[in-house]
Structure formats: C-alpha cells, structure tokens
C-alpha cells in the first residue's frame, strides 16, 4: 500500500508530562483541570518542570491522532502530518519520535520561533494543561500551496482537521475541503472545543458542508446547537440536526460520531443515531484522560480507511480509546 493515504492538518506539541503537588500548581497559578493557554508568567512554569523528571512526547491533536492510526492499522508511513514547528531540541523531540513510530510529516520550519508545547500536569487523578502553541499558529497557505506538499494532499485520499486549527488557518482548511471535495474524497473533521463553535461560528458555517464525517464530545455538540438556536435538550435530536446540516455532496450522506466519555457512543448515520456501550472501565487504572478522544478518532478512522463495517470502527476507536486512558500521554 502506499503512503500518505491519510493526512492531517494540526499543530504539533511536545507534551511535557510530570506528576507535581499542589503546591507546584498553587505557585504557578493553576487550578485542578485547568486548561489554559501559556503566558508570560507562566515561563517559569516550563523551566521547573525540568526538577520533576518529566516525560516528553510527541502532541497536540493532530499528530495523536495520525500516531493512534498508524499504531492500529501498523502499516508504515500510512499517515501524513503537515503543521509549523520550530528548529529546536522540541522539534528534534517531534521528529524522532514520529520516525520511530513510521509517521511521516512535513514541518514548516517558523524563523525565530519555539516549536509548540503542553505542560501535562498530573496530580492524582486530576490533569491541568498549560499550553504555549509556539510556531504551531504560524502554519499559513504559502507553504501548503508549495509543490512538494500540494502534491501529497492531492495524493491522499483521507483528510481529517481538528477544529483548533481554525485557530491557525482556515484558507489552508478550506483549500484541503474543497481539493477532497472536487476530487470525491473524505473530508472529516472534529469540533473539538465547546467554545471554538461559538468562536468560529461563522467558519464553521461555511466548511460544514464539504465535512463527511463530524467527530466530538457531548458538550461539543451540545454546545454547537445552542450556536445554531436549536431549541431542545435531547441528545438525539440535536444529533440528528447537525447530522442533516446542508451538505455539498448529498449522495455520500454524512456520518457523526460522538464520544460520551464512560457512556454509549453516538453514531449518526442515515438518518438513525445507534448507542455502542464502552466497555466497563476500571477507575483505578485510569492514569491520564489526555487524548483518549484523538486516539478513539485515530481507531475509527484505522478501520474505516479499511472498509470496514461501521460497528467495528467504534469498536476499534473505544478499545484503543481506553488503551490510552491506562497509559501516561497518548502511548500505547
């Protein structure tokens, strides 16, 4: 099989995991289950991470989702991941361990700017996230329109973008949109924040109908509807509303997959929302909740490239879903 069949658009991370008390947190100004973006004040944050033996690995949406697919389907260099990195020991981190797991990437190298990282604070069961997205924002439309790469997005044939990268460029979200949909391609994406919808109400307005597949949470798409006014609170019918949202391609209907964390999955699909139940998760051994949504897409998508049933796509995305909340990070 070839390379490069799936390609993602994101921004790469490093993620630097640790585990600190409350005292670290309460010295840095951060809460339990904080998740907030890295400021001035926070720099110190980065270098005293360095006395608590952290780990590093590779991050941000995007990337654990290729790694969660290509980890699934095992097949080398299946996977293709463009984004905006520094030149930096983190980009080197990136790059190695992208290498060693046969994910291929092309990196936008940002002049004078530090490759994208999250601190992953762990305190017992409680995570708190500060991220610094660094070069990652820089990503823009020159680079994606440069023959090299142009070339692997017209020889993919699957395309998934989370919704941060709106965040990052929407005319390189577009131009992917438009390519697999002239060209009779997939073209999924995930909603990935409540509040990106709110944010980026608009945008969303405009590349919803070139989306075949819809990934997200619970409060993802309830959040969603409450943009769009849709007076009800059952999870099924705002599901089945976004579902049926115009699309440009009416004959390949649209699919949307949701993640309830311990409760039924949702998958919309011709008009019918079915309920997959998780498997019974043992509390004691979850360690880390970060990216179990991103590897349940990575799965998913692992077994639908594969053409197979839609069952056994949410059966591989739960499965290795739970995998990931056993382990530190998104590893396996």
């Given at each position: 099989?070839?390379?490069?069949?799936?390609?993602?658009?994101?921004?790469?991370?490093?993620?630097?995991?640790?585990?600190?008390?409350?005292?670290?947190?309460?010295?840095?100004?951060?809460?339990?289950?904080?998740?907030?973006?890295?400021?001035?004040?926070?720099?110190?944050?980065?270098?005293?991470?360095?006395?608590?033996?952290?780990?590093?690995?590779?991050?941000?949406c995007?990337l654990?989702?290729?790694?969660?697919?290509?980890?699934?389907?095992?097949?080398?260099?299946f996977?293709?991941?463009?984004g905006?990195?520094?030149?930096?020991?983190?980009s080197?981190?990136?790059?190695?361990?992208?290498?060693?797991e046969s994910?291929?990437?092309?990196?936008?190298?940002?002049?004078?700017?530090?490759?994208?990282?999250?601190?992953?604070?762990l305190?017992?069961?409680?995570r708190?996230?500060?991220?610094?997205?660094?070069?990652?924002?820089?990503?823009?439309?020159?680079?994606?329109?440069?023959?090299?790469?142009?070339?692997?997005?017209?020889?993919?044939?699957?395309?998934y973008?989370?919704?941060?990268?709106?965040?990052v460029?929407?005319?390189?979200?577009?131009?992917?949109?438009?390519?697999s949909?002239?060209?009779?391609?997939?073209?999924?994406?995930?909603?990935?924040a409540?509040?990106?919808?709110?944010?980026?109400k608009?945008?969303?307005?405009?590349?919803?109908?070139?989306?075949?597949?819809?990934?997200?949470?619970?409060?993802e798409?309830?959040?969603?509807?409450?943009?769009?006014?849709?007076?009800?609170?059952?999870?099924?019918?705002?599901?089945l509303?976004?579902?049926?949202?115009?699309k440009?391609?009416?004959?390949?209907?649209?699919?949307?997959?949701?993640?309830?964390?311990?409760?039924?999955v949702?998958?919309?699909?011709?008009?019918?929302?079915t309920?997959?139940?998780?498997n019974?998760?043992?509390?004691?051994?979850i360690?880390?909740?970060?990216?179990?949504?991103?590897a349940?897409v990575?799965?998913?998508?692992?077994?639908?490239i594969?053409?197979?049933?839609?069952?056994?796509?949410?059966l591989?995305?739960?499965?290795?879903?739970?995998?990931?909340?056993?382990?530190?990070?998104?590893?396996?």
């Amino acid at each position: 099989m070839r390379e490069n069949i799936f390609l993602t658009l994101g921004s790469p991370l490093v993620d630097i995991i640790a585990s600190v008390d409350r005292k670290f947190l309460n010295n840095h100004g951060l809460k339990f289950n904080d998740a907030v973006k890295a400021t001035e004040k926070h720099k110190q944050l980065f270098q005293d991470l360095v006395d608590f033996q952290p780990k590093y690995q590779a991050g941000g949406c995007a990337l654990n989702t290729a790694r969660a697919l290509q980890w699934t389907l095992n097949i080398p260099k299946f996977c293709m991941v463009f984004g905006a990195i520094g030149k930096d020991n983190y980009s080197e981190i990136l790059k190695r361990q992208l290498n060693n797991e046969s994910v291929n990437y092309i990196f936008e190298e940002i002049p004078g700017e530090e490759t994208g990282k999250c601190a992953v604070l762990l305190n017992g069961r409680n995570r708190s996230l500060c991220t610094d997205l660094g070069a990652s924002k820089y990503f823009d439309f020159k680079h994606l329109k440069n023959k090299k790469v142009w070339n692997v997005v017209e020889n993919a044939k699957f395309y998934y973008v989370p919704g941060f990268f709106f965040g990052v460029s929407f005319e390189c979200i577009m131009e992917v949109a438009e390519h697999s949909f002239l060209q009779g391609k997939i073209f999924t994406f995930n909603l990935s924040a409540p509040f990106l919808s709110q944010m980026y109400k608009k945008e969303l307005e405009i590349l919803l109908p070139f989306v075949d597949i819809i990934f997200g949470n619970e409060s993802e798409v309830r959040a969603y509807a409450k943009v769009l006014n849709f007076n009800s609170n059952n999870l099924h019918e705002i599901l089945l509303y976004i579902n049926n949202l115009p699309k440009k391609k009416e004959s390949r209907r649209r699919i949307t997959v949701i993640t309830r964390g311990p409760k039924p999955v949702c998958l919309v699909q011709n008009n019918c929302v079915t309920e997959y139940v998780v498997n019974e998760i043992a509390d004691s051994r979850i360690v880390d909740t970060n990216a179990a949504g991103d590897a349940f897409v990575g799965a998913f998508m692992a077994e639908y490239i594969m053409e197979k049933s839609i069952d056994k796509c949410i059966l591989a995305g739960i499965f290795v879903a739970i995998r990931i909340l056993y382990n530190v990070g998104c590893s396996f």
